[in-house]
């Protein structure tokens, strides 16, 4: 299944995780559901919470940036 969700999503994802799963393997990454959101907004909210959390700008994680930027 994990192989299956990948192909639907791998056009999304940053090209260094994408290079990255290439090169190492899928069976090397682990895709977790963290959270739902109920609208765009709040999607937006917490994707921004998560990176902050997780300290997951690049070159820790896979987040660039402006991923966290507050849009004005």
Known sequence: ????IYEKIKDELPEKLRKDIEK?????????????????EELDR??????KKYNSIEPRGYNLPEDIRDEK
């Not at 299944?1 to 299956?4: C, D, S, V, Y």
């Not at 917490?46 to 990176?51: A, N, R, V």
């Open 24 to 40: 190492y393997g899928l069976e090397n990454f682990e895709f977790e559901i963290l959270d739902s959101a109920q609208t765009p």
């Open 46 to 51: 917490k994707h921004k919470k998560y990176i």
């Open 1 to 4: 299944m994990k192989k299956e």
